[in-house]
C-alpha cells in the first residue's frame, strides 16, 4: 500500500490526475480529505451514490402510505362527517406529502449508513482519525 | 478540552494552516465553561423547572380552566405560542436546506447554530399542544392506532394534518442536524481525551472521510435539502391552515399560507440573530462568523419584513374587498378596539422597526441588529396574538363578543419555555461545535 499525504487541495487534486493517467485503476485509489472533493470524485469516474435509491424508495413508501392508511381506516368504519366524501383525496395529499418527506429522509439516513458501512466498529474502537490532510492510499499488486 | 498538537511537515502549507485555524477557533469555543456560563445554565434550567414544570404540574392538577381560555377564545396565549416556536423553527431549515441548495456562502456560519435552533424550537412548540391538552395523558388520542372502539383519527382535520407536520419536521430536523454533525463530530474526538473522546467517537460513527463517505453523504445532504425545503414551506402552511380552514372571520382567507411561512423565516432570522451576536461574541468566533454574514441575514429580514408588511396591508384590502361586514368588521376591530396596542406594537416592531436596515451602516452594525432582532421576535409574537385572539374575540353575533387576558399560569409556562430554549442552545454551545468545521474548511483554498 502506497501513502502519499498532501497539505492543498491543488496537489491532492494533481496526484490523483496522475495516477488514474499512469494507469492505476480508479478502484484501487482511496482517498481520505478534511471536506469532499468534486474534482477528485470525477477523476475516480464514481458511480452516483446509492443513497438516493433508498430515499427514493422511502420517498414512494411514505406517499402510499400516505394515501393508503387514511382512506382504509376511513373505509374501515363507515362515518359520513359534513356531507364530505369518505375518501378525500386533497386532504389526505398533505398526509402523502408529510410521510413522503419523512420515510425518505429516514431511508435516505438509513441508505448512508448502509452504502458507507457505518457505523464503522473498528474505527471507533481504534485511533483512527479523520484527519485533516488530503491522503491517498494506492494499492499495488 | 486539550489541543493535540498537529504538527508535520506537510502542515505548513498556508491552506493547512487556514484550516486549521478555522478548526481550533471552532474547538476553543467548546472549552470548559466557567463558573459564570454554568451559573446561567443553572438559571435558566431553575426557571424551566419552576416556571413551566412547576406550572403545568399545577395545571395538571387543578385543571385546565385555571388558565384564562373560555369561551369565546378557547384559544390562548398556549396556541399563540405554538405557533410563534413553529416560527422560530422555520430559519433553522431556511438557513441549511434553502441556501443549500442556493448554494449561498453565508450559511455556512449560521447554518450549526441555526439547526440547533430550529431542533429546540420544534421541541418547545411541540409542548404546547400538549399543555393545551388539559389531559394530557390522553395525548396518544392524536396518533392513529388500532382501538377497540374501532375508531381513526380524522385525517381530513387539519388538526390530524398538523400532528403528521410538526413529527415529520422534528425528525427530519433531527436527522438533518445530526448528519450536518457527523464529520464534525470525528474533528471533535481528535481534541478529546478520556470518556469524551469516546462518545464523540461513537457519535462521529467511525467517519474518516475516504471516498466512499464524503460521495454518499454528499448525497444525503443535498437530498435531505431537497426534501427539508418544501417541508419548511409545507409546515408552516399546514400550521396556517389550522386557522385558516375555519370559518371564523381574519382567518378564512387564502394569503393565510404564504404569509404565515415568510412571517415564520422573518421571525427565525431575528432569533438567529438574537443568538448568534451574544454567541459570536462570548465564544471569539470573529473569525468564522464575519460581519458580512451578519449583513446577509439582515438583508433576508429586511427583506421577510417587507412582505410580511405587504401582507399586513393587502389583509385588510382583501378584507375591504370581500364586501363581508364579519371579515371587514374584524380588521377594524384590530386596528382601533380592544387589543389594539398589540395591533399597533405589532406594525411598529414587524414594518417600522426594521426599515433602518436598507442603510448599510446599520446592517454591519451588531449592537443595533440585535436590538433590531428583539423588537421583531416581540412583533412577532404579537402578530400571532393578535391574528388569534383578535378572531377569536370577535366572531360573528355581537352577543358572543368577548375578550382574553392571559393568567398567571400561562404566562408563567411561556416564561419556562424561553428557559428552556436558552438552557438547551447554551448547552448546545457548549458541547457541540457550534460552527460547521468542514463546511468552513471546503471555503478555504
Not at chain 2, 43 to 49: D, I, R, S, V, W
Not at chain 2, 238 to 251: K, L, Q, Y
Amino acid at each position: 500500500m502506497e501513502r502519499h499525504v498532501y497539505a492543498s487541495e491543488h496537489d491532492f487534486v494533481h496526484k490523483l490526475e496522475e495516477l488514474v493517467k499512469s494507469g492505476v485503476k480508479p478502484e484501487d485509489i482511496e482517498t481520505r480529505t478534511p471536506h469532499p472533493v468534486h474534482h477528485a470524485e470525477e477523476i475516480l469516474r464514481m458511480k452516483p451514490s446509492n443513497v438516493r435509491l433508498f430515499a427514493l424508495v422511502g420517498g414512494i413508501t411514505g406517499v402510499a402510505t400516505g394515501y393508503l392508511f387514511p382512506s382504509l381506516t376511513a373505509l374501515d368504519w363507515t362515518l359520513f362527517v359534513g356531507n364530505k366524501p369518505l375518501v378525500g383525496i386533497p386532504p389526505y395529499t398533505v398526509i402523502a406529502f408529510e410521510l413522503m418527506v419523512l420515510f425518505g429522509g429516514l431511508s435516505g439516513f438509513l441508505g448512508l449508513l448502509v452504502t458507507s458501512r457505518m457505523p464503522g466498529i473498528r474505527t471507533i474502537i481504534s485511533n483512527d482519525e479523520f484527519g485533516d490532510m488530503f491522503e491517498i492510499y494506492v494499492k499495488r499488486d | 478540552m486539550e489541543h493535540k498538537a498537529v504538527a508535520t511537515s506537510a502542515a505548513a502549507h498556508p491552506a493547512a494552516m487556514k484550516r486549521l485555524a478555522i478548526e481550533r477557533e471552532v474547538i476553543s469555543a467548546m472549552q470548559k465553561p466557567g463558573l459564570l456560563y454554568w451559573a446561567l445554565v443553572g438559571l435558566f434550567a431553575t426557571g424551566f423547572a419552576v416556571f413551566l414544570l412547576g406550572a403545568w404540574g399545577i395545571q395538571i392538577a387543578k385543571g385546565i380552566g385555571l388558565g384564562g381560555q373560555l369561551n369565546p377564545v378557547g384559544w390562548g396565549i398556549y396556541i399563540v405560542n405554538f405557533v410563534f416556536w413553529v416560527g422560530i423553527a422555520h430559519s433553522g431549515t431556511l438557513i441549511s436546506a434553502v441556501l443549500f441548495l442556493f448554494r449561498s456562502k453565508f450559511r455556512a456560519s449560521f447554518n450549526r447554530a441555526a439547526e440547533a435552533m430550529t431542533v429546540i424550537a420544534v421541541m418547545c412548540a411541540g409542548m404546547y399542544p400538549l399543555i393545551h391538552l388539559g389531559r394530557v395523558w390522553y395525548a396518544f388520542w392524536l396518533f392513529p392506532y388500532p382501538n377497540q372502539r374501532l375508531l381513526w383519527t380524522n385525517f381530513k382535520s387539519p388538526l390530524e394534518w398538523d400532528v403528521f407536520a410538526i413529527s415529520t419536521y422534528l425528525t427530519i430536523s433531527v436527522v438533518f442536524f445530526y448528519v450536518g454533525l457527523i464529520p464534525d463530530f470525528a474533528i471533535v474526538k481528535r481534541y478529546t481525551r478520556g470518556v469524551s473522546r469516546h462518545i464523540y467517537s461513537v457519535l462521529s460513527l467511525g467517519w474518516v472521510g475516504s471516498k466512499r463517505q464524503w460521495r454518499n453523504y454528499n448525497m444525503l445532504y443535498a437530498l435531505l435539502a431537497g426534501l427539508a425545503t418544501p417541508l419548511v414551506l409545507s409546515v408552516h402552511s399546514v400550521v396556517s391552515w389550522d386557522f385558516a380552514m375555519g370559518i371564523v372571520p381574519g382567518w378564512h382567507t387564502t394569503i393565510f399560507a404564504p404569509y404565515f411561512v415568510a412571517g415564520a423565516i422573518f421571525s427565525g432570522c431575528a432569533m438567529v440573530l438574537t443568538l448568534c451576536i451574544p454567541m459570536r461574541k462570548i465564544q471569539r468566533l470573529e473569525n468564522v462568523m464575519p460581519i458580512e454574514h451578519f449583513e446577509k441575514l439582515a438583508k433576508t429580514m429586511l427583506f421577510t419584513s417587507m412582505i410580511v408588511g405587504y401582507a399586513y396591508t393587502i389583509e385588510f384590502l382583501l378584507a375591504y374587498y370581500s364586501g363581508n361586514v364579519y371579515e371587514f368588521g374584524i380588521f377594524k376591530d384590530r386596528a382601533t378596539g380592544y387589543y389594539k396596542f398589540q395591533y399597533w406594537g405589532m406594525v411598529f416592531c414587524n414594518m417600522i422597526v426594521p426599515l433602518p436596515l436598507f442603510i448599510k451602516k446599520l446592517r454591519r452594525n451588531l449592537k443595533w441588529l440585535f436590538v433590531t432582532s428583539i423588537f421583531v421576535n416581540i412583533g412577532m409574537w404579537l402578530e400571532r396574538f393578535v391574528i388569534i385572539i383578535t378572531s377569536l374575540a370577535h366572531e360573528y353575533v355581537p352577543y358572543a363578543w368577548g375578550t382574553y387576558q392571559p393568567r398567571g399560569v400561562e404566562i408563567s409556562i411561556m416564561i419556562g419555555t424561553f428557559c428552556f430554549f436558552f438552557m438547551m442552545f447554551l448547552l448546545f454551545a457548549k458541547f457541540l461545535p457550534v460552527v460547521a468545521i468542514t463546511e468552513k474548511k471546503e471555503e478555504v483554498q
